[in-house]
């Protein structure tokens, strides 16, 4: 089900950023690029979580609800909101 190769690739990405940002405090050079860099990253974090809901509904709930479990797969949506939205 996750990663599919779209979400694959977008981690990948972000862990080349997160590397990045690792050795930023050792070099030198201004705090807007270590900056920049970590909004880029929590931008990729973002897309991979889109990623996560729409394959999760696309494929998990829209089972769930076909198999008669509404009220379980919209709490558990409702859960996830509130988690992502924090």
Same mark, same amino acid.
């Given at each position: 089900?996750?990663?599919?190769?779209?979400?694959?690739?977008?981690?990948?990405?972000?862990?080349?950023?997160?590397?990045?940002?690792?050795?930023?405090?050792?070099?030198?050079?201004? %705090?807007?690029? $270590?900056?920049?860099?970590?909004?880029?990253?929590?931008?990729? /974090?973002?897309?991979?979580? #889109? !990623?996560?809901?729409?394959?999760?509904?696309?494929?998990?709930?829209?089972? %769930?609800?076909? $198999?008669?479990?509404?009220?379980?797969?919209?709490?558990?949506? /409702?859960?996830?909101?509130? #988690? !992502?939205?924090?």
């Amino acid at each position: 089900m996750f990663p599919t190769s779209g979400s694959r690739a977008r981690l990948k990405r972000l862990r080349g950023q997160m590397d990045g940002i690792e050795r930023m405090p050792t070099t030198t050079g201004p %705090a807007s690029t $270590s900056l920049q860099q970590v909004a880029t990253a929590q931008q990729a /974090m973002r897309g991979v979580g #889109k !990623l996560v809901v729409r394959n999760y509904l696309e494929r998990c709930a829209s089972q %769930a609800i076909k $198999s008669g479990r509404e009220q379980e797969v919209f709490d558990e949506h /409702m859960e996830v909101i509130y #988690k !992502l939205t924090r």
